[in-house]
């Protein structure tokens, strides 16, 4: 058996397993970067940064596809795109939450656990490759607690907590 025929062989029993397929990935997508989009906090620094939006969610149902089944469709360099964000663990924090959210409405809760296992493993390793392309070791279990001018946060005089929802 090559490569290729062990990739799809695992990929079939992570789907059978789980039950996600290309549709649930497509929807979890979709559905997942309009909250994104419209959210207070995560929507300016994805808006500063994709201009082509059928392009970016090309790409991020093919990152899940390799994420999730493991079908090797995704070849981009996801850290080197984090890196320069203005972004810490609030962020993070937030976008974990929204995926966690979307997952839990749209996928079967397998199907949910397992995105979500991967995604919390996805928002550690960028947090940990961001801090430590600025410089900062962060210790186990500590987190990347930027300045308030270093990282993109809603318009001053609104609480964070406030903003979360209020893009629409």
Same mark, same amino acid.
């Given at each position: 058996?090559?490569?290729?025929?062990?990739?799809?062989?695992?990929?079939?029993?992570?789907?059978?397993?789980?039950?996600?397929?290309?549709?649930?990935?497509?929807?979890?997508?979709?559905?997942?970067?309009?909250?994104?989009?419209?959210?207070?906090?995560?929507?300016?620094?994805?808006?500063?940064?994709?201009?082509?939006?059928?392009?970016? #969610?090309?790409?991020?149902?093919?990152?899940? $596809?390799?994420?999730? @089944?493991?079908? /090797?469709?995704?070849?981009? +360099? *996801?850290?080197?795109?984090?890196?320069?964000?203005?972004?810490?663990?609030?962020?993070?924090?937030?976008?974990?939450?929204?995926?966690?959210?979307?997952?839990?409405?749209?996928?079967?809760?397998?199907?949910?656990?397992?995105?979500?296992?991967?995604?919390?493993?996805?928002?550690?390793? #960028?947090?940990?490759?961001?801090?430590?392309? $600025?410089?900062?070791? @962060?210790?186990? /279990?500590?987190?990347?607690? +930027? *300045?308030?001018?270093?990282?993109?946060?809603?318009?001053?005089?609104?609480?964070?907590?406030?903003?979360?929802?209020?893009?629409?």
């Amino acid at each position: 058996m090559d490569h290729s025929e062990r990739r799809a062989r695992l990929s079939g029993e992570i789907a059978a397993r789980t039950g996600i397929t290309d549709a649930m990935i497509a929807e979890l997508v979709e559905t997942f970067y309009e909250r994104v989009r419209k959210d207070a906090l995560l929507g300016p620094v994805f808006d500063q940064r994709i201009s082509d939006w059928t392009y970016h #969610l090309g790409q991020m149902r093919q990152f899940w $596809s390799s994420v999730a @089944l493991m079908t /090797g469709t995704y070849h981009g +360099r *996801p850290m080197e795109k984090h890196i320069p964000l203005p972004v810490d663990a609030r962020h993070f924090d937030r976008w974990l939450s929204l995926f966690r959210d979307t997952a839990r409405e749209i996928c079967p809760p397998l199907a949910a656990d397992h995105f979500i296992d991967r995604a919390e493993r996805i928002a550690q390793s #960028l947090e940990l490759g961001i801090a430590g392309s $600025s410089g900062i070791m @962060l210790a186990k /279990g500590e987190r990347l607690n +930027r *300045p308030d001018r270093d990282v993109h946060l809603p318009a001053s005089g609104r609480s964070l907590d406030s903003t979360i929802h209020d893009r629409a």
